[in-house]
């Protein structure tokens, strides 16, 4: 008796990627958000100190 095999689409086995899909959002370049966290983070010390 030979075995088959059930294949389903990827997108019913929940593997389905949306790769091909161009973001419409802004794209921010990860020094200007490294460099905001930072700045945000030395607000928040020296506020916090002058409290």
Do not use: C, H
Not at 5 to 31: E, H, N
């Amino acid at each position: 008796m030979a075995q088959e095999m059930i294949r389903t689409p990827s997108s019913m086995a929940g593997i389905m990627g949306f790769y091909d899909s161009a973001g419409g959002g802004p794209t921010l370049d990860p020094k200007g958000v490294f460099a905001f966290t930072i700045l945000f983070i030395a607000i928040i010390k020296i506020v916090s100190m002058l409290m």
